[in-house]
């Protein structure tokens, strides 16, 4: 991946347009896929920086927004995924998930960890997507889910 920078853009020499955005990581699903709806995806949302945003906005991204169309938090957000089967039923591989030094992780990566992840941006009948390809992890905050014996409700 780039070095640490904003917003690059980077091509595989063919016809793959890559993209590289650099934020922090929100609802990160990228080791194991979110079941909870389907279709089941690997993926997460990476607030940016304004700069960042303007240039994803560009290429027809959109951030995200809740329900009456306001931004969701308080700096510019993206959602990548990845879906965890093929059309055909096959799965997919999980998006690769690498420290700083690109050494292959395993670990639950939490809310606010530094990350760049690079994504390939495409076009549907639905509109300006990108499929999410990697996450390097530049500062883990690692997810640690919550004791439910020690909770007070």
């Given at each position: 991946?780039?070095?640490?920078?904003?917003?690059?853009?980077?091509?595989?020499?063919?016809n793959?347009?890559?993209?590289?955005?650099?934020?922090?990581?929100?609802?990160?699903?990228?080791?194991?896929?979110?079941?909870?709806?389907?279709?089941?995806?690997?993926?997460?949302?990476?607030?940016?920086?304004?700069?960042?945003?303007?240039?994803?906005?560009?290429?027809?991204?959109?951030?995200?927004?809740?329900?009456?169309?306001?931004?969701?938090?308080?700096?510019?957000?993206?959602?990548?995924?990845k879906r965890?089967?093929?059309?055909?039923?096959?799965?997919?591989?999980?998006?690769?998930?690498?420290?700083?030094?690109?050494?292959?992780?395993?670990?639950?990566?939490?809310?606010?960890?530094?990350?760049?992840?690079?994504?390939?941006?495409?076009?549907?009948?639905?509109?300006?997507?990108?499929?999410?390809?990697?996450?390097?992890?530049?500062?883990?905050?690692?997810?640690?889910?919550?004791?439910?014996?020690?909770?007070?409700?």
């Open positions: 991946m780039p070095p640490k920078t904003g917003h690059l853009i980077q091509t595989d020499g063919g793959n347009m890559y993209e590289y955005v650099k934020g922090k990581a929100m609802w990160a699903n990228i080791t194991s896929p979110n079941t909870r709806f389907q279709p089941h995806k690997y993926g997460l949302t990476v607030l940016t920086d304004p700069d960042t945003a303007s240039k994803l906005e560009g290429i027809g991204l959109n951030q995200v927004r809740d329900r009456a169309g306001q931004p969701k938090y308080d700096e510019p957000a993206f959602t990548f995924s965890a089967t093929r059309n055909d039923g096959t799965a997919n591989a999980a998006p690769k998930l690498v420290d700083t030094d690109g050494a292959d992780m395993d670990v639950s990566v939490g809310n606010g960890s530094e990350v760049v992840v690079k994504i390939k941006p495409y076009k549907n009948d639905y509109g300006q997507f990108a499929e999410l390809m990697a996450v390097k992890v530049e500062n883990l905050v690692e997810y640690v889910e919550g004791d439910s014996d020690n909770e007070e409700f």
